[in-house]
């Protein structure tokens, strides 16, 4: 995808090969930064403090870091005890672990020397998967919105929350894919972009990325979407997911569940867009067994934005002296999701639909 017309991924290799740049997405929308991360404790801050965020670039980050990590310690024990930092830096999204465990499984029987250079290479794969797998997503829920727009013949207006964008990916996005594709072809969108409170992922890089790619936008309140909904202003709710169980419960930014239910009230079709690697095989329950991270107060109490004379600051909102809580995700059950949109197809949400595009998985 483009910012100011120059096409760009989330991540990429330095030109001086012995580190990777990001976008900050700490920055953004007001400034547009390059961070470089050069070693394990620059990787696990990035992942920690969201400068990378979005489950399938958090994973991509996570394996590059491992890869700089045992450059510095590429014996078993440094490969181990950097897996265990980084392991750690984010719980809910599943995609850390995968991208964690594909590169250390890659290394684990290569001799010392060569296992930098090929968890590198190995790391830089995952990301050219990832693009990949986005791009196949948005080739499997394009029919969706082609559907709604001959059925309707005007504009499909599509609901998000959070940002499932290509700022969430390495490029594409999951959520956003099958939105691109659909304006890059011809077919007239119009999205409705949740604000995403605390952190406003919506209103900071969702309607920023939809802005330099051109696709016509509103941002809303997080709260609107059931109004908009009942005046038949929602065709269609498209979100991502950091993990998705085995019998197609979902977790996602908080105030998702609440877009489900809503959709469910309102019969509008509800859809969660994923790739193959944010699928846990291991879990059935998500409301049970999915680790909900809880992000610090401040995050809900303050609010970082640009002031009238262009100065960026960080402001309280709330009543001075309250506490606030911050989950920062939630749990979809199964039963609120119209379908899953995958990199191999759109299924049902359960094991049944998900076993159907993933046949492989009966055995295990």
């Known amino acids: 995808m483009k910012i100011d017309g120059k096409p760009y991924r989330t991540i990429w290799p330095s030109s001086d090969g012995r580190a990777v740049e990001v976008i900050d997405q700490t920055a953004l929308p007001h400034r547009f930064a390059i961070r470089r991360i050069e070693g394990l404790e620059d990787a696990f801050t990035a992942i920690r403090t969201m400068v990378v965020r979005g489950a ?3 994973g991509a980050t996570a394996a590059y870091g491992l890869a700089l990590a045992l450059k510095h310690d590429p014996s078993d024990a440094g490969a181990d005890s950097a897996y265990r930092r980084l392991a750690a830096a984010r719980p809910t999204a599943v995609n850390l ?27 830089a794969a995952i990301c050219d998967e990832d693009v990949e797998n986005c791009r196949l997503i948005g080739e499997a829920g ?19 929350h959070c940002n499932a964008g290509w700022l969430a990916t390495v490029d594409w996005g999951t959520a956003t ?21 605390p952190r406003n992922q919506g209103a900071a890089l969702t309607a920023f990325e939809l802005g330099q790619h051109g696709v016509p936008h509103h941002i809303v309140v997080d709260n609107a979407g059931g109004h ?4 038949g202003r929602v065709d269609l709710v498209i979100v991502g997911a950091d993990r998705v169980t085995a019998r197609g419960d979902a977790a996602n930014k908080i105030g998702t569940y609440l877009k489900a239910l809503a959709a469910r009230a309102n019969d509008v079709p509800f859809y969660v ?29 303050h609010i970082l934005g640009r002031l009238d004379n262009g100065e960026i600051a960080r402001v309280a909102i709330g009543a001075p002296g309250s506490p606030a809580l911050n989950p920062a995700f939630d749990v979809t059950p199964a039963g ?10 759109v299924c049902a949400a359960s094991r049944d639909g998900l076993l159907g595009l993933f046949p492989e998985r009966k055995a295990a």
């Open 273 to 301: 867009a994923v790739p193959q690697t944010t699928i846990d095989w291991t879990i059935e329950d998500g409301v049970r067994d999915i680790e909900i991270e809880e992000r610090d107060a401040a995050e809900v109490t």
């Open 177 to 197: 894919a099958p939105i691109y594709m659909a304006h890059d072809r011809g077919v007239p969108v119009h999205v409705l972009v949740d604000e995403t409170r």
């Open 336 to 345: 609120l999701i119209a379908g899953l949109i995958t990199d191999r197809g």
């Open 56 to 58: 399938p670039l958090i």
């Open 97 to 123: 672990r995968h991208a964690l465990d594909d590169v250390r499984a890659h290394i684990a029987r290569l001799p010392a020397g060569e296992r930098a250079r090929a968890a590198f290479a190995r790391a």
């Open 142 to 160: 394009l029919p969706l919105i082609e559907e709604i727009y001959h059925a309707k013949n005007r504009p499909v207006n599509i609901l998000t």
């Open 228 to 231: 908009l909904m009942q005046h």
